[in-house]
């Protein structure tokens, strides 16, 4: 992994085989859905590496020790509606006691700007680490959008978790929102005229979901 001003990008072989199945046409709904449960848990392992501990006292069959614990109720989840829904389970397997909120974006097929329909958060959100999860980073508009909703509401320490992300993206969210870790499995060449990545893997939210 590879960190530079808050952008850490996860060239683990395993995060990179399972994009590039993602990648290809010919994966199926059901397989797609897996493989970005899969990346997630992936991801999640590194993105977490800072997660708060306490050490906790415990009994072990050979004698009373005090062992170090994430203080669990500190993680919540927010995936930016449809496709950052794909990524929860993953990052739910690995701390199953965090909260999850949802904000709902779609973008504008003209101006490629997100339309807000939906948002709601854990409460109090303040003292919480928040995870905000969309597969794509594309123009950046969405990533943006969903964070200013957070900082809104008083979240402070945010991490960005995407698969795929365009340079373009990366530069937007991180020059509005430079404090917010932004992790991400592959930054991709560019976007195309329609604001989709290119290479990329096509709409995330029609791949998960089945729709088109
Ligand atoms: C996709 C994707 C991101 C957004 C990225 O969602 O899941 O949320 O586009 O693009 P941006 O960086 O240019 O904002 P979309 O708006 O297609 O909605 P969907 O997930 O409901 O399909
Ligand atoms: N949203 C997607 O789902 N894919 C892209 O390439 C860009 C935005």
Do not use: W
């Not at 993602?22 to 991801?43: D, I, S, W, Y």
């Not at 739910?92 to 997100?114: C, M, Q």
Request: hydrophobic share 40%.
């Amino acid at each position: 992994m590879k960190a530079e001003d808050n952008v850490f990008l996860i060239d683990h072989p395993l995060v990179q085989h399972k994009i590039s199945m993602m990648r290809n046409k010919n994966t199926g709904t059901n397989e797609f859905r897996k493989l970005a449960e899969e990346v997630a848990v992936l991801m999640g392992y590194e993105a977490f590496r800072d997660l708060p501990v306490e050490m906790v006292d415990l009994e072990t069959p050979l004698e009373k020790c005090q062992a170090p614990m994430i203080t669990g109720k500190k993680l919540a989840v927010v995936p930016i509606l449809r496709a950052g829904l794909g990524m929860v389970n993953g990052i739910l397997t690995l701390v199953p006691s965090a909260k999850v909120g949802h904000i709902g974006l779609f973008r504008d097929h003209i101006t490629h700007e997100p339309q807000e329909y939906y948002c709601k958060l854990p409460s109090p959100i303040q003292e919480r680490t928040i995870a905000v999860l969309d597969p794509m980073l594309a123009t950046g508009g969405s990533a943006v959008a969903a964070v200013d909703f957070i900082k809104a509401r008083g979240g402070k320490n945010i991490k960005f978790l995407c698969i795929i992300a365009a340079p373009e993206g990366i530069e937007r969210l991180h020059r509005t929102h430079p404090d917010v870790q932004i992790y991400c499995g592959c930054m991709d060449r560019c976007l195309n005229e329609d604001a989709y990545i290119c290479p990329g893997l096509g709409d995330a939210g029609d791949r998960i979901f089945g729709t088109k």
